[in-house]
């Protein structure tokens, strides 16, 4: 079992940054696909942004490329999401995954091969 927990959440203006963290803990493996995955209210989640076990390759959302960057530390099992020039729309409950699947020269993407969650935490940008 794998436990994560995410912080780093709040409210911001239009066009201010936050810094999300993923706290991994429990059977914790360097190996594990991380994700980043948002749900709007009345929305469906969606993948915002993922990254392979070796941080080599990295995977973003349109909406959100040019302003978020994923990165992780393996050795704090820890992963983060640098979110900058936040718009209203990027409002949403934010939530990290880990994926077991992962495999050398590929990223998990897909929502249905994540296997562990976080309880997520509220982004809220104003305008």
């Known amino acids: 079992q794998v436990q994560l927990i995410e912080s780093g959440g709040g409210l911001v203006q239009a066009g201010g940054s936050l810094r999300l963290s993923c706290a991994a ?17 009345g929305k469906e989640r969606d993948v915002v942004a993922a990254i392979s076990w070796s941080g080599g390759i990295t ?3 349109d909406s959100v490329k040019g302003r978020f960057t994923i990165s992780r530390d393996n050795a704090e099992n820890t992963v983060y ?14 939530s990290c995954a880990a994926s077991a699947r992962s ?23 104003s305008s």
């Open 25 to 41: 803990s429990g059977r914790t493996s360097s190996t594990y696909d991380m994700g980043w995955f948002r749900q709007a209210p």
């Open 59 to 61: 995977y973003y959302a």
């Open 103 to 125: 495999r050398v020269g590929r990223l998990v993407i897909d929502m249905g091969e994540y296997d562990y969650w976080g309880q997520g935490t509220q982004v809220t940008v």
């Open 81 to 94: 999401l640098q979110m900058n020039s936040l718009k209203p729309e990027d409002t949403a409950v934010y």
